[in-house]
């Protein structure tokens, strides 16, 4: 029992005595019967059970439920002895145990025993009816298991609680080596099972009350968490199944980290977690979906209405569900048959829905311990874990539960209502998420057929409105702005007609500026060749008048001849 090892430090003492004590139902025999089973299966340590108040065919028979196999076993490195006084056994003269310890040592010696388990020693002592001749037998068995080195185990009843408070154990607790309380009580109307470590001479033992569970494999004792809090991180996203969602948690969760989704009745908590579980199942990872509230095939039905296909991987073996009431069975036995689906189905995400209903069916101290052991197995497997937590009420300043789920987990989404003109709406809140930047924004979370859906909530002047309200602000705005938008395109068809008249205005005007330069050029050409023309004949004119030699280089002056 590796729970019950890890409180003893490496088991019950060898060698010496261990006192098992508890009321009736607390699970005496079966824990002593486990230990001599294991023992001969797994450490190949024959033993002997003594019988003193239930005959040994019966305890064979009511062990078989737990597949240990006892008929063979019997063979070879088991043996049964039924010392059970019958009711009509006259008793003569003085009675002792020599006789017993005589025969069981010849026993000892054929079979090879290591272990011996001497059940319901009460019922023999009550045949004595002399605290005297009680204290004397029990201190002849003590001697008799000192010498003959067998590891022992007795186990008696007691109706105290308190085992300090029963003088008729007082002698037999100071002989034992190791004590071991067993109590089995009710807890908000749901049986438990506790265990003890009420002693343990030479030895480092813890002696906190821990729950014990008997499941179809025996005794589970559960042990504590880690007593370091170091272990493997990642670094690694996985999605929420909501991108919009993952967008608000840069990116999506970190693998191997528990998330909790906390709010009212009604708030989607449960198609949250369905859309973790559908993504999971999307990247080919093996998923854990337990249930607490609805069935699984109403769970598969319900998530169908807003997209979620839960069905397709239930028949491809990727998705495996587990339901069952919480009230049904003590939430140790729960977080067991977690942890063994867990383990055998080698799943790498694990929904709860909802935590609450397990742990408020826990004592007031139990809680905390539980969720502490099974985070550090959720840890240890590196599973990422989506819980579920329901609020009473609709105050969404209530934001913890009974159980301090949220100061565990590493990633906390709250849930809330928000009613405002005469209908109510879903807000989403990440309140933390350890190691990662995340929004800090209200959004508001839609519902329909194609899935789940987070918009902005609208805000101005102190309001934030959703659902409706949201929307006729927002097509107001939209009004507004289509308004403003039309204002402009006229202005601004109004300007581009203008500007295309003073184009053509200004079109017009280079043309007729071109034509005046054309008229300007041509004026003063014809100016030019007038004056030039009546300069040159006036001059013609004035020689010929005055009769002027032509110079040398005139043309008209004849050439000289050579000599």
């Known amino acids: 029992m590796p ?22 139902g607390s699970g005496k025999t079966i824990l002593a019967l486990q230990v001599l089973v294991e023992g001969a299966r797994r450490a190949h340590e024959p033993g002997i059970f003594v019988a003193f108040e239930e005959r040994s065919r019966e305890i064979v028979k009511h062990a078989g439920g737990f597949g240990w196999d006892l008929p063979r076993l019997q063979k070879d490195r088991l043996f049964f002895l039924d010392a059970r006084l019958d009711s009509a056994t006259v008793q003569a003269g003085a009675f002792d145990l020599a006789g017993l310890l005589a025969g069981l040592s010849a026993k000892t010696r054929q079979i090879g025993a290591r272990r011996i388990v001497f059940d319901g020693i009460d019922m023999l002592l009550a045949q004595l009816d002399d605290p005297a001749a009680e204290r004397l037998e029990l201190l002849r068995l003590h001697q008799w298991l000192g010498e003959s080195g067998l590891s022992g185990i007795i186990t008696a009843k007691t109706e105290q609680a ?22 089995h009580r009710l807890v908000n109307n749901v049986a438990s099972r ?6 343990y001479r030479g030895g480092k033992a813890s002696c906190n009350e821990v729950p014990m569970v008997i499941t179809v494999h025996g005794v589970e004792v559960a042990g504590f968490a880690a007593d370091t809090l170091d272990h493997k991180v990642s670094r690694e996203r996985v999605s929420s199944g909501v991108p919009d969602l993952d967008a608000m948690l840069d990116g999506g969760y970190f693998r191997g980290t528990s998330i909790l989704i906390s709010g009212a ?3 989607a908590k449960s198609i949250l977690a369905g859309a973790f579980a559908d993504a999971a199942c999307c990247r080919r990872e093996n998923t854990l979906f337990v249930s607490f509230d609805e069935g699984s095939a109403q769970i598969v039905r319900n998530l169908s209405s807003v997209g979620i296909r ?3 991987h239930l028949k491809s073996g990727r998705l495996r569900m587990y339901s069952a009431h919480a009230g049904a069975r003590p939430a140790e036995e729960h977080l067991l048959q977690i942890r063994s689906l867990l383990e055998a189905h080698r799943s790498r995400c694990l929904v709860i829905d909802p935590l609450s209903a397990l742990t408020n069916n826990a004592g007031p101290a139990q809680p905390r311990g539980q969720l502490d052991r099974f985070m550090a197995l959720e840890r240890r497997l590196n599973i990422t874990t989506v819980l579920t937590s329901l609020l009473e009420g609709f105050d969404g300043l209530r934001e913890a539960s009974s159980a301090s789920v949220s ?24 309140i933390k998420s350890r190691g990662m930047a995340h929004s800090n924004q209200v959004r508001e979370l839609l519902l329909s057929k194609r899935g789940l859906h987070l918009t902005d909530v609208y805000t101005a002047a102190g309001a934030v409105l959703m659902g409706t309200l949201r929307m006729e602000r927002e097509e107001q705005e939209r009004a507004a702005r289509l308004k403003v938008g039309r204002a402009l395109e006229e202005k601004q068809r109004l ?7 003073l184009t053509g205005r200004m079109e017009a005007l280079r043309q007729e500026r071109d034509g005046r330069d054309q008229d300007l050029k041509r004026m003063r050409e014809e100016r030019a060749g007038d004056v030039g023309t009546g300069a040159t004949h006036a001059g013609e004119v004035r020689r010929m008048r005055r009769g002027r030699v032509p110079k040398a280089n005139d043309p008209a002056r004849p050439a000289r001849r050579k000599p």
Do not use: M
Request: aromatic share 8%.
């Open 265 to 267: 009745p009604g708030t």
């Open 495 to 501: 300007t581009e007609e203008s500007v295309a008249d």
């Open 194 to 199: 506790y265990l003890q470590i009420f002693k």
């Open 310 to 312: 839960l069905d397709r």
């Open 162 to 183: 308190d085992l300090g408070l029963s003088p008729r154990y007082g002698f037999l607790q100071y002989l034992a080596d190791c004590v071991v309380l067993l109590q």
């Open 3 to 24: 729970g019950l090892d890890v409180l003893t430090d490496g088991g019950l003492p060898r060698g010496r005595t261990t006192l098992i004590v508890g009321g009736p």
């Open 407 to 430: 100061t565990i987990a590493d990633s906390w989404i709250h849930l809330s209502y928000v009613i405002q003109g005469g209908e109510r709406n879903r807000g989403l809140t990440i």
